[in-house]
């Protein structure tokens, strides 16, 4: 009997370490595959379960994996050194041998099966970190602001990695290695906050953004309305109507003129930014179809040449003017005029308008906090300054304050010190300095061309007042009227200057 034991050498796999990676491999599977099949029929993939069946269950059946083979090496390595212990032989296969051809057969099926279900859950990991619920809800703390404000935009269906990978094989990988670096980040709370934009590898937008939207459409002059509300007691209305010469074009079909033909078609336009942020442009170059180069500093702060010798040059894409097409952070006076607008909020309750900007830029450490100081403070200020009116408008002041709840959550996200402030929209030129990071009327050419701050330059006024005045009035291009008298001719300053985001504080 003991010589038939020693002729037959127990198998390889009997070592602790390899009985323990059998087990590991095992059990994951036996959880993985149900929980596969449960995600695959089910609609919609619900993040947590992705995150542990196509990455954190494969990873640790291959530990499992690692660990049988890792045991047999061992085991093999120990048999050796100690006489008398017998290390089995490989098998010999005999394929004329029936029982030897079975075992084959199933070996070789237990393959494939393996084989493809590899594949599947690649394939589905792909898909899955692809998706926009992976990156928006997965490390939901840390995305929250960039995935809710997403949720309000005209972008909403559009998916992360549409603009932030692209297609194409080399920016996925960049994207999966960067991405690690993040979960990396995201585990030990390593990441800023907020998270630092503009993102440097972001893929240029020519084939991210273009891939949507054709460049060369001419869109001709948008006509648009923006509704205002001046922080007086009667949040008085006010209404300016104009045309948005977006333009844009193909000199060989025809019209090309605007916005998008001057910035983006026809001249390449390059600029230095002396911050991180690209909020302050000093030096700005275009060079135009025929090859004339024109190079503008800014009067009021300048580089020395050596300084744009040095620095970093962009070349200007949609993405310095649209820098928040999907991530937008409304400043509280544009949230609460929004919310006016579409009746959210009672206008005829006096001073709303201020008090409720005033309720949504004050400085809290949590969203929590911000919504138990506007439950508060709001029905306190009516119950103090108007007794009367707090009881009879006891309801609308209950709606008002939670549309203030509703647009904080929405636009202010303390936690991440995510906010207007910390990601300014570069369209237009009220809130941020946007435009007129350029166009100042200070940008100066050493012939003294200067780029334009000329009111008309970019949209033309067509009617401003209260609406009832805007709404019998002929439509014509008119120059810009500031709706109060601040004393002084204000398109002498940069409307940002005071217009920060709260105005009417
Ligand atoms: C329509 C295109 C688009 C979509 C869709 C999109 N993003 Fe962005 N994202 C941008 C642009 C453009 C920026 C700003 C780049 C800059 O300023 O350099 C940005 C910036 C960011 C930032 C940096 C912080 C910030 O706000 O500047 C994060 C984080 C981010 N996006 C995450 C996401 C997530 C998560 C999703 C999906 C839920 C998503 N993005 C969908 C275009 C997009
Ligand atoms: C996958 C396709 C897709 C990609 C990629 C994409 N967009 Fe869009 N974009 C759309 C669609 C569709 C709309 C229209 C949405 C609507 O009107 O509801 C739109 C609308 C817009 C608008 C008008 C928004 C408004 O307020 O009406 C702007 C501006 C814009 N996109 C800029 C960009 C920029 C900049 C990028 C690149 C960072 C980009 N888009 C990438 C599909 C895309
Ligand atoms: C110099 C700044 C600038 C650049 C560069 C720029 N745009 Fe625009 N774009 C604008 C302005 C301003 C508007 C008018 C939007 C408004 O008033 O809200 C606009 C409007 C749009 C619209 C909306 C048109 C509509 O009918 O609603 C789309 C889409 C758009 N841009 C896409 C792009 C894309 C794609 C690129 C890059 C190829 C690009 N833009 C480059 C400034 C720019
Ligand atoms: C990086 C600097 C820079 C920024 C930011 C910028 N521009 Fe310009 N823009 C220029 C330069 C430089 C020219 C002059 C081109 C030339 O020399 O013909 C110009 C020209 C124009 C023109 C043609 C003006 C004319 O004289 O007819 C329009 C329209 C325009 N820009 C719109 C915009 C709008 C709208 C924005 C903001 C959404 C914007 N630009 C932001 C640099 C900038
Ligand atoms: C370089 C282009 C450019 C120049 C120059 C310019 N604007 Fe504008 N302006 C814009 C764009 C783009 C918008 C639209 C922003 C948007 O769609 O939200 C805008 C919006 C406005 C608005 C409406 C803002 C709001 O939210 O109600 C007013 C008012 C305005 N501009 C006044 C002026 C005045 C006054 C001047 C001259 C001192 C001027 N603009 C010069 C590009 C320009
Ligand atoms: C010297 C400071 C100052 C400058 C510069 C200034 N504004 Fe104002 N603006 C005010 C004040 C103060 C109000 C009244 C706020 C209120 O009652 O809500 C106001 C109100 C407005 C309003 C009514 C809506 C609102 O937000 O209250 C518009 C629109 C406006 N300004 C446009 C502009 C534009 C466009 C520019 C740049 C050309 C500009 N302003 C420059 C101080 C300024």
Redesign the pocket.
Known sequence: MSGDRASKPSSLLRNPVSLLGIAVAGVSTAFGLPMMFLDMFSRRTHPYLGVLVYLVLPFVASGGVMLIVLGVIGERRRRRRQPGLLVPPLPSIDLNRPAHQVATVSALTGLMVLVVLLSVTGYRAYHFTESVSFCGLVCHQVMKPEYTAYQHSPHARVACTQCHVGPGASWFVRSKITGAYQVYAVALNKYPRPIQTPIKNLRP?QET??QC?W?AKF?GA?Q?TFNHYLADEANSPWQIQML?K?GGGDPKVGAATG??WH??IKNEISYVASDERREVIPWVRVVDPEGHVTEYMSTEQPLTPEQVAKAEVRR???V???NRPSHIYRPPDRAVEEAFDAGRMDRSLPYLKREAVRLLAEPYATEAQAKQAILKRLAAFYQAEYPALSREKAVAIHQATEALQQLFAANLFPEMQVSWRAYPNH?GHLNAEGCFRCHDGLHTSREGKVITKDCNACHTILAQGPPEEVAGAKLQEQPFRHPVDVGMDVTEFKCSQCHTGTSGL
């Open positions: 937008a953004c273009e939207h460049p869109f948008q648009k948005i977006v916005i998008h910035m983006n200007m894409d949609c310095d003017c649209h369209v």
